[in-house]
């Protein structure tokens, strides 16, 4: 497995539903990698076997994976399978899957064992909806996901963990830098095995605020949405 120690920070691009080849090739022409950044482009699958998978600062991960390991289960794709093709990394519990696929804490769990069983890497997205935010309830949602949905195979070598507030994906809106800084030393706190795991922020990260975010401390990278399609503003983010 790969070694997270190695990188300072780790930018993760979540292209959920968009790509095609066209946009694929003009964007590996363009990316402009940092030596000290493990860079993941989280591709749909589909293209997972086209794109440049294990450079020494690029990889590529799946965006979500199935609960079964093999069987009769049209359209899954298994976390073996995934390590066949030399993938080390793969989002698991993103909000979107939760919200619209219906996705509990322990099929998160279920998936995120599966991956760290065949070598790949989960990136277990939890956070909070602004409805717990505005009632106080940030750190009670988050504890709960994270007993809930992080294995107990689980450690700082074979997980990453991604605080994703919900109201901040995809709305232009995040919270303070000093809101951001004391989520994330909660969670490294939540539990004394969660101290050295890497925890990314996710949720409107752009190029004009991704140096101040990165900066912070207990933050270990970002993970990227609408800003990882525009590969000029990607590659600023990863600089
Ligand atoms: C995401 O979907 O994980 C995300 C963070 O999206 P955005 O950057 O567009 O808010």
């Not at 605020?209 to 912070?216: E, G, K, M, Q, R």
Request: charged residues 20%; contains cysteine.
């Amino acid at each position: 497995m790969l070694k997270l120690g190695n990188f300072s920070s780790i930018i993760v691009a979540n292209w959920k539903l968009n790509g095609n080849m066209e946009f694929i090739n003009q964007y590996y022409q363009k990316l402009v990698l940092n030596p000290n950044n493990c860079v993941v482009i989280c591709s749909p699958s589909i293209f997972l076997n086209k794109l440049e998978i294990n450079n020494k600062n690029l990889f590529s991960g799946a965006q979500d994976v199935s609960i079964y390991q093999e069987g009769a289960f049209t359209g899954e794709l298994s976390a073996k399978m995934l390590d066949d093709i030399k993938i080390q990394f793969s989002l698991v519990g993103h909000s979107e899957r939760r919200q619209y696929f219906n996705e509990s804490n322990e099929i998160i769990n279920l998936k995120s064992k599966n991956l760290i069983e065949n070598n790949v890497i989960p990136i277990i997205c939890i956070g909070e909806t602004l409805e717990e935010k505005e009632n106080n309830k940030t750190n009670e949602v988050l504890k709960k996901q994270i007993k809930e949905s992080i294995p107990v195979s689980s450690n700082y070598e074979n997980t990453i963990i991604a605080y994703e507030p919900i109201w901040a994906i995809g709305t232009g809106l995040t919270p303070s830098l000093d809101e951001i800084e004391e989520v994330h030393k909660f969670i490294k706190t939540v539990n004394v095995k969660l101290n050295n795991y890497k925890v990314l922020y996710g949720g409107s990260v752009k190029a004009s605020n991704s140096d101040d975010i990165n900066s912070l401390n207990n933050v270990d990278g970002c993970l990227v949405g609408g800003a990882s399609l525009k590969v000029d503003e990607f590659n600023s983010i990863i600089s």
